[in-house]
């Protein structure tokens, strides 16, 4: 059983940094593709960026692409969100999420893709 656990969220200004970490425990970490996904009040849970296994390709939402990056440090364990130029907008739970790979087209944006979550970390944003 692969268990995922966020830290470093937090309150901060408009225009401040955060770095979200995902440590995970169980399973093979290298193998899996990491998500990270976030959820505002009264909202959907979202999509906000992917990392294959290896850590050679990354996606982004159009929301915080060229803001945010995500990494993951496979001796670690851990993924990461570096947030840059926060907005309110960003304001919300964010969650990381793990997928087993399986054969096939797999749709990384979708949260039913992912098998495992963690129980998320608050960023709140204040203008």
């Known amino acids: 059983q692969v268990q995922l656990v966020e830290s470093g969220g937090g309150l901060v200004q408009a225009g401040d940094s955060l770095r979200l970490s995902c440590a995970a425990s169980?399973?093979?970490?290298?193998?899996?593709?990491m998500g990270w996904f976030r959820q505002a009040p009264g909202r959907e849970r979202e999509f906000v960026a992917h990392i294959t296994s290896s850590g050679a390709n990354r996606y982004y939402s159009d929301s915080v692409k060229g803001r945010f990056t995500v990494s993951r440090d496979n001796a670690k364990n851990t993924v990461y969100l570096q947030m840059n130029s926060l907005i309110p907008e960003d304001t919300a739970v964010y969650y990381c999420?793990?997928?087993?790979?399986?054969?096939?087209?797999?749709?990384?944006?979708?949260?039913?893709?992912?098998?495992?979550w963690g129980q998320g970390t608050r960023v709140t944003v204040s203008s």
């Open positions: 169980g399973g093979t970490f290298s193998s899996y593709v």
């Open positions: 999420a793990a997928n087993v790979p399986s054969n096939g087209y797999t749709n990384y944006r979708r949260p039913s893709t992912y098998q495992y």
